[in-house]
């Protein structure tokens, strides 16, 4: 205790413990919240007592990290925390055995001391008193000014006013529904969308001639960039609906939509499209029936080449041009909520408003919608979609200092990448009358979107490898960085990992951190460990989709273990071997920012 050498961890990081313990730090041990309430109530039925959920973490919270016993809000008793300890959670590797209770005993003896290092899923579980002291912490408070959909939504949109970026330029555009001027501007930002977007089908047909769209399978299984099922065009039927007024009708708006775009001033609101011209519920009636039921259009030679002008003028005024596609595909998610619950992708603007307007489950209001367009041409490996975890620290707030993790990992999902398949992932929940929960692998339902569109492990462990997968996507899911640069080699692309999308990832986190700087409370001697997902677009540009407090370390695959392990390790040789060595080992840490 003398040496300033007691730590506590609360959850499961047995590499934490390990890595700790080798340095000569003793653990103060949490109680078990459950066997105390037993002891105190002598409730011969074990009861347990539920804390609430851990803001993403999973599972449930063990105690308060309370430095000296006395009263436990958990427990609702003032009986002291002591000994006797239950032993510590079954560990991965089984690393964290106490055989001869050695830890224990030791964890008995500074029962009563305030611990030096706090490692724990959550800052709430800790105890307000010890942020007061000089106690190294591995959270920040208000850290959900990035790390959830609605703050990070919010935070960016300020970023112009704070750094010479734009958002837009590595992040979905995205809207909070439950503000009214940002629900006003996802309806027009839908309908424009619509407008580009029927352009974009009309170019796609051949000569003169009309054109209907069609839904077709995925079949595309080789190596290369743009494997999507997206609506395929030819000659419309004798009889299919023809719009021959439509395409003019997106002309006339894009043209009055560019022309804004090139007077509009951040500092001033700039006046939108007319909304009242354009029978914007009869476009987008006719929009869906071109896009998605294969209804034909009528395109001039002289509108073809309009079409092709605006929407070169249009991609230099709107960086997602590109990437947004032609289905108008958006993604509805919770505000707060993580691991893909509750998210729904949709190409309708009245079923966005419906879905959003008719939830009624409290983390789920309308208030807490956020709407962000979906990243439609995107990069895919063997047909399938995938995203990126990586990795960063914040070592400190004032000044920021940003440390970027050298490794990560893809995750694939389980079906081939389609557009055409955009129905609303339902977690696995108890089946009535079923002692044992509702599993994908065993039990029968249809196949879910989420397969195709959510690669979030705690998702995709629920399926098993779609059989119409392409069997080179490796079984468990997962990929290093080092198989994906083997992979962009194979493309020819081998400069993109470090010229592209490094360099990408590295400004999209620090624009997001500096965006919400002012709102996250700084607090020395903390620091915080964050996973941003990325999705790569088909030029290989990263677009960030969301940053996470307390990314997953529990091991998924044989990749996921190695770099789960390292990046805990390269942790600690951060925030508390370099307090001894300021020039000692980073790992595969390197500082990108510091104020």
Not at 279 to 286: E, K, M, Y
């Amino acid at each position: 205790a003398q040496e300033k050498k007691i730590f506590t961890v609360q959850g499961r990081y047995p590499i934490i413990r390990r890595e700790l313990r080798a340095r000569g730090w003793v653990e103060r041990k949490l109680p078990s919240v459950g066997r105390q309430l037993e002891q105190h109530r002598g409730d011969q039925n074990k009861q347990r007592l539920e804390t609430g959920p851990s803001n993403g973490g999973g599972g449930q919270r063990e105690a308060l990290l309370n430095p000296r016993g006395g009263a436990n809000p958990f427990l609702e008793t003032t009986d002291p925390l002591h000994y006797p300890w239950l032993a510590a959670e079954k560990e991965e590797e089984q690393c964290d055995e106490d055989p001869n209770s050695i830890h224990d005993l030791m964890s008995y003896l500074v029962r009563d001391q305030l611990p030096n290092f706090i490692w724990t899923n959550f800052l709430e579980a800790t105890d307000s008193q010890l942020l007061q002291q000089d106690i190294v912490v591995n959270h920040y408070a208000r850290v959900d000014a990035f790390t959830t959909k609605e703050g990070l939504c919010l935070s960016l949109q300020k970023l112009p006013w704070i750094e010479q970026a734009d958002p837009n330029t590595f992040f979905p555009r995205c809207y909070r529904l439950g503000n009214m001027d940002e629900r006003e501007a996802f309806i027009e930002d839908f309908c424009l969308t619509a407008a580009r977007s029927l352009l974009k089908l009309a170019l796609e047909k051949a000569g003169d001639r009309p054109v209907r769209t069609q839904q077709v399978p995925n079949l595309a299984k080789g190596a290369g960039k743009s494997h999507v099922s997206y609506p395929k065009h030819f000659t419309a039927r004798s009889g299919s609906p023809l719009y021959p007024e439509l395409v003019q009708e997106a002309l006339e708006v894009c043209k009055e939509h560019l022309g804004i775009l090139r007077h509009q001033d951040i500092d001033r609101n700039t006046p939108s499209p007319c909304r009242t011209c354009t029978d914007w519920d009869r476009f987008l009636q006719q929009y869906y029936r071109v896009a998605h039921e294969g209804a034909g259009l009528v395109l001039t030679k002289q509108q073809r080449k309009q079409c092709q002008n605006l929407l070169r003028h249009l991609a230099e005024q709107l960086p997602q041009l590109d990437m947004e596609g032609k289905l108008n595909v958006w993604i509805l998610k919770p505000g707060a909520e993580s691991q893909g619950r509750g998210i729904i992708c949709t190409t309708r603007l009245e079923e966005v408003l419906q879905l959003a307007w008719s939830c009624t489950a409290p983390v789920v209001q309308v208030g807490r919608w956020v709407v962000q367009k979906y990243v439609e041409r995107l990069l895919t490996i063997f047909g399938t979609k995938f995203d990126i975890r990586q990795w960063f620290v914040v070592t400190d707030w004032k000044p920021l200092t940003v440390w970027f993790y050298q490794d990560c990992y893809l995750r694939f999902c389980s079906r081939p990448f389609s557009l055409c398949h955009l129905e609303r992932w339902v977690p696995p929940t108890p089946v009535p009358h079923t002692p044992a929960p509702w599993h994908p692998l065993t039990q029968s339902r249809s196949p879910c979107p989420s397969t195709r569109h959510l690669c979030n492990v705690s998702v995709q462990k629920w399926y098993k490898t779609s059989p119409d997968q392409d069997p080179r996507v490796p079984p468990n899911k997962i990929w290093s960085n080092k198989q994906f640069q083997e992979y962009l080699a194979q493309l020819g692309q081998a400069d993109a990992w470090h010229q592209v999308l490094v360099p990408g990832m590295k400004a999209a986190i620090l624009n997001a951190l500096r965006s919400a700087q002012d709102r996250v409370r700084s607090r020395k001697g903390s620091f915080e460990l964050y996973g941003a997902d990325f999705l790569v677009g088909e030029d290989f540009q990263p677009w960030l989709l969301e940053i996470n407090s307390c990314p997953t370390m529990s091991p998924s695959s044989a990749v996921t273990r190695r770099l789960c392990a390292n990046v805990q390790r390269d942790v600690l040789r951060l925030v508390l071997d370099r307090k001894d060595n300021a020039t000692g080992s980073t790992g595969a840490f390197e500082l990108i920012y510091k104020e």
